[in-house]
């Protein structure tokens, strides 16, 4: 049975170039070493706010900086909720899974904004913020792929170019899933069924996270400017919709504008099966993440952990076809009927 989910193994690339990203686009090996980039820019700044709903990967760069973190609320009150604090240094600003945000009035706020647009790059532009940033690794099999451009078009400084092998193992694993779904066979003739891969991913984010400011790879910042950008939008929004349609009351995004891209179909599953419901999809093969892993920094109070306990993102990616979400739909349905 076809996997859905889990890690990329290709990028959809195109002939043309798109327009994605500004020229005054620097390149680094993940979205941590671009916030890292940064962080390094700002040695007078001491407290900072983020959502609390966010990914520990985001918070602690600002913890190695020795920053003061606060957390705003982000919670579900029947519609997604960001009350949003401007009593700190910098403010850290993001929308989720590509869905359509009104920007916070900003005017009266003197500090340094940071806008990661990770789930927004192909969905709305911001012109709110004095840094942004992002990671391709989300959306597609990039080896690489952290960007960063500052808002008045200057360059931020890379400390080193070592990856300590970062690269070629993230590579070997991409290679060994490709292997895997489609079908390939070994030197021996047998159909690769082995999922070693999942091992090399692993040795990979360990690696990555004792690397501080490192670029990308030339192939990636390559990739980057000729994905096809209309291929992914039409391929997520067609297969969010299928996703959407099944389980209208559980969504966390009610609305998809013209303009949206999603990059799930984040739903709130509810009478707290959602970990239930997660072991049920992953027994099909289908892999569907949680956002986010509650970590030592986050700062939470009850209305905030709903969320995070309630969360499942349902797949829709470029991977995949409409008949595939109709089979996650129905897989889904069998698990609420027993």
């Not at 030339?218 to 389980?247: G, M, P």
Request: aromatic share 14%; hydrophobic share 40%.
């Amino acid at each position: 049975m076809k996997e859905i989910g889990s890690e990329f193994w290709d990028v959809p690339a195109s002939d043309a170039q798109n327009d994605l990203f500004p020229e005054s686009t620097q390149w680094f090996l993940s979205g941590r070493s671009a916030l890292h980039a940064i962080i390094k820019e700002l040695p007078g700044c001491r407290t900072v706010a983020l959502p609390s709903w966010c990914c520990d990967s985001v918070i602690k760069p600002f913890v190695d900086a020795g920053m003061k973190i606060s957390f705003y609320p982000v919670y579900w009150d029947g519609r997604l909720v960001q009350e949003i604090s401007f009593d700190s240094d910098v403010l850290f600003l993001m929308n989720y899974f590509g869905y359509f945000s009104p920007a916070p009035d900003l005017s009266a706020y003197k500090g340094i904004v940071i806008r990661d647009v990770t789930h927004s790059i192909f969905s709305e532009s911001y012109s709110d913020a004095d840094y942004y940033f992002g990671s391709l690794r989300k959306w597609c099999g990039v080896l690489t792929g952290g960007y960063v451009w500052a808002d008045d078009g200057h360059k931020l400084t890379l400390e080193h170019s070592d990856d300590f092998g970062y690269t070629l193992l993230r590579g070997k694993a991409i290679q060994l899933k490709n292997s895997f779904i489609n079908g390939y066979v070994d030197a021996q003739g047998n159909r690769v069924t082995d999922k070693g891969y999942l091992k090399i991913f692993d040795a990979a984010e360990e690696v990555l996270e004792n690397i501080g400011i490192a670029p990308a790879a030339e192939r990636d910042v390559t990739l980057a400017k000729q994905l096809d950008v209309e291929f992914i939008k039409t391929r997520h929004r067609a297969n969010a919709e299928v996703l959407r349609t099944a389980f209208p009351d559980w969504l966390i995004f009610p609305e998809m504008s013209a303009s949206d891209c999603p990059m799930f179909a984040p739903i709130l599953v509810p009478d707290g099966k959602r970990n239930e419901l997660r072991r049920f999809l992953i027994n099909n093969n289908i892999y569907c993440p949680t956002h986010w892993p509650v970590s030592e920094y986050h700062q939470l109070d009850e209305r905030m952990e709903t969320i995070y306990q309630n969360e499942l993102s349902l797949v829709c990616d470029q991977r995949y076809t409409e008949d595939d979400m109709f089979r996650m739909v129905e897989t889904i349905k069998a698990f609420v009927e027993v």
